[in-house]
Nanobody, 128 residues
Framework: QVQLVESGGGLVQAGGSLRLSCAAS????????MGWFRQAPGKEREFVAA????????YYADSVKGRFTISRDNAKNPVYLQMNSLKPENTAVYYC?????????????????????WGQGNQVTDSS
């Protein structure tokens, strides 16, 4: 069983930066692909970024490429989402998720339905 807890959200002005962290319990966490998703009010949950189990493969939504960076430190447990040059439209609840499928280990999926474990969500809000 994997439990995920996000932290690092909050208020940020347009153009600012935040780093979200996702701490996972469960000794098999390091073998899972991990993803970040977000859900804005009135919208469906959407893919933001994903990373393979060793960090060698990363994917990003087109809207965040060049501004957001996903990374992981399997020795220390967390997965990070560094968000730079934030825009008002980035306001959303951000979720960390884990995919325990072997097929996703090296090639993480971008579809929320393929992720088995989810954090509680962390609010990121534009304060401009």
């Amino acid at each position: 069983q994997v439990q995920l807890v996000e932290s690092g959200g909050g208020l940020v002005q347009a153009g600012g930066s935040l780093r979200l962290s996702c701490a996972a319990s469960g000794r098999t966490f390091s073998m899972y692909a991990m993803g970040w998703f977000r859900q804005a009010p009135g919208k469906e949950r959407e893919f933001v970024a994903a990373i393979s189990w060793r960090g060698g493969t990363t994917y990003y939504a087109d809207s965040v490429k060049g501004r957001f960076t996903i990374s992981r430190d399997n020795a220390k447990n967390p997965v990070y989402l560094q968000m730079n040059s934030l825009k008002p439209e980035n306001t959303a609840v951000y979720y960390c998720a884990a995919d325990n499928a072997y097929s996703s280990r090296y090639d993480p999926d971008k579809r929320p339905a393929y992720y088995n474990y989810w954090g509680q969500g962390n609010q990121v809000t534009d304060s401009s």
